[in-house]
């Protein structure tokens, strides 16, 4: 039990409670940031930014959202859209903000393989940070099924249907996800618990461990030096604050992302009210009808890569079905990223891409390459669209293949050196 | 420097993949077509200047049987529920039919319905289209009947009105408590499909796309129920401003709110930018 003292203010009361103090320190103003570091480091806080807009956002359409198929469409279009002072505001900012967090997501990733930030103990952040891709794909995939437009409805046949791929169960796997034999009332009902309940729970948790495994490794920086950070920080503390190599996170570290976010979010918000249908896409304010099938399906911008992944295999193979191909390639494109810690072996080399020729040659590609995917995955993959689409595909695997080899090399080549 | 160098290189990749997905997509899943055509020149001009006087004549001998003219007193003959049995469709009632419609069009549309609507694949001699073909009559009657619609038309309709009498007889616009006259089983028994609503229509077509497809569904869609409405240039703009204020009503305060949204976040960023530069300054 701690000695309790008459406090000498509030923030004296609940320190000695709470520790507020030593919680600040460590969370806060003692929590250090190296120095050498660009505006690609601040795509964390933007992050969060855009989380806490989806969070409140999605907490004032909940109020007047319906998840049933007969009102759904019209809760979202007209009560909201139309009779709820600024519903538009929020549902506009909902949708676009999703789809903002998908690009920020995109750009936080590569900065991390770019970096070198997946490895040499930061594994743990890596592997942190693509369970919570994954989880916000799934919270966009529920999200996009709730105003049950064409597309909703369309997209959910569609992606629910690909898990009749997998062996022997996969047809009862297809019908147990949509509590229906098609897509229908009770799989609108269960996304939305998904997207409501417990995938928020799901991503809050692991935003919370993403964040705790960062404290250990600490955050890399430009020039993938390592520092020493206790003395680094003790020459901060002691005033030779221009001769360390470190900032605390508070102010000086936020300061700067405070930038950052009001910069992107100036940004955001010209997207929400003037330019937002590549986020809210018309098609889906049709409402949904299982007897038309639109001319094209297509997923939100931000799987289209994957998409094209899976559609890329259209012929059969060696007696492989077309189909089974592209399900294979698929799985593969969705756990590949998990294992990129693994499958670069030059783990000990943290140094940035420009200064890895053979790496910086396999990034671009792999830019490139996920870029073409990403819009031939929207096209109709007809003609010459599919055969782009199909060696844009095996570029992409033959990547990933080759990555251990590379970074073998690399690794060798270096040790001669 | 090395911060815009790397803005730079994030916005180009940025910049490359929106317009692939975007623009160039959207391009390549709608293939252009050539623009709306509101002189419908595919139809044969009259060469004559029409009568209203004899028009009116015309007009109580051949089209009030089926059509009311609510505006000079004339009832619709038939109940909506009645007409859409009879004809498989409520005829339209023509008080405004002479502004509604382009001049030529309603000219082509009196002596060939089946041709000027482009209905061609729902309607023929086994199952023939509810208004009859008018080429008995005369170049000189069809302009005097054109004449004498155009003549009885004392006001502009509005927006909503033209909405009603050219879309209301088969679409529904359930966000402006619009129920389609047709009920919609008898719209599937005529055309084969059911009329969607139009509520959402403006944010899902978009006015341009829209403009285009009520012109001539047909060269939009295959094979599509609808007809060419033959709508001259002005009240297809009403009907789009129509659908514009229903469908898409808070789009004046959207745009009037994006100014303020963005210039507080733009003073946000300035002061947080200069925030960072004193911070820094000791910093770094």
């Known amino acids: 039990m701690a000695q309790i003292k008459k406090a000498e203010g509030f923030i004296d009361w609940l320190d000695q409670r709470l520790a507020v103090k030593a919680f600040m320190r460590v969370m806060m103003s003692e ?72 690009l920020i997501i995109y750009i936080h990733l590569f900065t991390a393989i770019y970096y070198g930030s997946y490895k040499k103990g930061r594994e743990m952040i890596w592997l942190t940070g693509m369970v919570l891709f994954v989880a916000f794909s799934a919270e966009a995939f529920s999200g996009y099924m709730l105003p049950w437009g064409q597309m909703s409805y369309w997209a959910a046949q569609v992606i629910t249907n690909l898990f009749s791929g997998i062996p022997v169960i996969g047809d009862e796997v297809v019908i147990w ?34 964040f705790y ?6 955050v890399n920086n430009q020039d993938s030096v390592e520092l020493d950070f206790e003395a680094e920080a003790q020459k901060y503390k002691e005033g030779r604050i221009k001769e360390s190599r ?9 300061s700067k992302d405070f930038f950052v976010v009001g910069f992107f979010m100036t940004f955001f918000f010209f997207l929400v009210c003037y330019h937002f249908d590549f986020a809210m896409d018309p098609i889906n304010f049709e409402p949904a009808n299982s007897m038309k099938t639109p001319a094209h399906i297509y997923p939100e911008w931000y799987f289209l890569w994957n998409y094209e992944v899976l559609r890329g295999f259209f012929f059969d193979i060696g007696g492989i079905a077309a189909m089974d191909i592209g399900l294979i390639a698929f799985v593969f494109a969705n756990v590949v990223f998990f294992l990129l810690p693994f499958l670069d072996r030059n783990a000990m080399n943290t140094a940035p891409a420009h200064k890895r020729p053979a790496f910086f040659v396999w990034f671009w590609l792999l830019i490139v390459d996920m870029i073409v995917l990403t819009v031939y995955g929207k096209l109709p993959p007809t003609g010459v669209n599919a055969w782009v689409g199909f060696f844009a595909a095996v570029l992409f695997l033959g990547l990933f293949i080759a990555l251990p080899i590379l970074t073998k090399w690399e690794a060798k080549k270096g040790e001669k050196a | 420097m090395r911060e815009l160098k790397i803005l730079a290189i994030v916005i180009f990749f940025t910049a490359v993949t929106y317009w692939g997905v975007e623009p160039y997509a959207h391009s390549q899943m709608h293939p252009h077509v050539a ?63 002479g502004v509604i419609y382009a001049k030529n069009y309603l000219a082509g549309f009196l002596k060939d319905p089946v041709g000027a609507t482009k209905l061609s694949h729902k309607f023929n001699d086994a199952k023939p289209y509810a208004m009859p073909s008018f080429a008995f009559l005369s170049d000189q009657e069809i302009a005097d009947v054109v004449a004498y619609l155009q003549n009885i038309v004392a006001t502009k309709p509005s927006d909503k009105a033209v909405f009603e009498e050219a879309c209301g007889r088969c679409h529904s616009m359930k966000y402006d408590a619009w129920n389609a006259k047709t009920p919609s089983a008898a719209m599937k028994n005529y055309l084969g499909a059911e009329a969607p609503d139009l509520s959402m229509m403006i944010r899902s077509k978009k006015a341009e796309y829209l403009n285009t497809f009520i012109n001539e569904p047909l060269k939009m869609v295959e094979g599509i129920a609808m007809p060419r409405v033959g709508l001259s240039e002005a009240s297809q703009s009403q009907v789009i401003a129509y659908m514009q204020n229903v469908g898409d009503r808070k789009k004046a305060e959207r745009e009037r709110l994006g100014l303020k949204l963005i210039g507080f976040m733009a003073i946000f960023t300035l002061i947080a930018y200069l925030w960072k530069v004193s911070i820094w300054k000791r910093a770094a």
């Open chain 1, 177 to 210: 996800i949509r509590g229906d034999y098609v897509v229908a009332d009770a799989t609108l009902t269960r996304f939305f618990m998904l997207h409501v309940v417990l995938l928020p729970l799901v991503i809050l948790a692991v935003i919370a461990v993403h």
């Open chain 2, 35 to 97: 623009p709306a055509d509101f002189r419908f020149k595919e139809m044969e001009p009259l060469h004559v200047n029409g009568n209203a006087d004899n028009g009116k004549a015309l007009v109580e001998a051949n089209c009030l049987s089926c059509h009311g003219i609510e505006s000079v007193g004339y009832a619709a003959p038939m109940s909506s529920e009645d007409a859409a049995s009879a004809y498989g469709v409520v005829p339209p009632d023509l008080s405004h039919a």
């Open chain 1, 31 to 102: 929590y250090w940031i190296p120095k050498n570091i660009n505006f690609l480091w601040a795509m964390g806080v933007v992050l969060i930014a855009l989380f806490a807009v989806l969070l409140v956002t999605g907490l004032l359409l909940l109020m007047y959202y319906k998840p049933d198929v007969n009102l759904a469409f019209d809760s979202v279009n007209y009560t909201i859209m139309q009779e709820v002072e600024y519903g538009w505001l929020w549902r506009h900012m909902h949708g676009v903000a999703a789809s903002a967090t998908f």
């Open chain 1, 213 to 218: 495994s960062l404290r250990f490794p600490h």
């Open chain 1, 246 to 254: 470190v900032v605390p996170f508070w102010p000086v570290f936020l």
